[in-house]
């Protein structure tokens, strides 16, 4: 597995995760239209305080989602948020995700000379919580009834990692 940096030309199949509702129940909202979901990625590529990869399988050269990290504070070295999307489901439960918050993480810490990396999960997000839980992070704090998801609010988990754990 690759990351490369997020482009337009990724357009369709963001749009296509964005769109299914087995992929955005996960990110806490509802499916994008195809404007929202590319108003969604034309943000992140105009965001000067984040980078966005495309997750791609080496072997058949094809993007199965994205990582980031945004709200990057330089004079703190904190990024506030580190995200990750396996747009397609058939690509989850394989390892792809926790490979490329391992290859983002390494970026953060190694390339940008961040000190700390956070992020927010769902808290019925338990693949993606046992994946962070492994890479080291560690559970700061809990906003309680957060998130209105599915006709009710659920939990969202704070973790962080330092650069020496």
Aim: proline content about 2%; charged content about 25%; overall charge neutral.
């Amino acid at each position: 597995m690759t990351l490369r940096q997020l482009t337009i030309s990724d357009l369709e199949p963001f749009t296509r995760w964005h769109s299914n509702e087995e992929v955005t129940h996960f990110l806490g909202m509802k499916p994008l239209s195809n404007e929202s979901a590319r108003n969604l990625l034309e943000s992140y590529l105009d965001d000067r305080n984040g980078i966005y990869f495309g997750i791609l399988v080496k072997d058949e050269c094809k993007l199965i989602g994205y990582t980031y990290l945004s709200n990057i504070l330089t004079s703190h070295k904190v990024a506030r948020e580190l995200g990750i999307v396996i747009g397609n489901p058939m690509y989850w439960n394989q390892g792809y995700g926790t490979e490329a918050s391992r290859l983002i993480i390494d970026y953060g810490f190694n390339v940008l000379g961040l000190h700390r990396i956070e992020l927010f999960v769902l808290d019925f997000n338990k693949r993606a919580r046992r994946v962070y839980e492994k890479l080291g992070f560690v559970v700061e704090g809990i906003q309680r009834k957060a998130r209105w998801v599915n006709n009710e609010w659920q939990d969202v988990i704070m973790m962080a990692k330092l650069e020496n754990e």
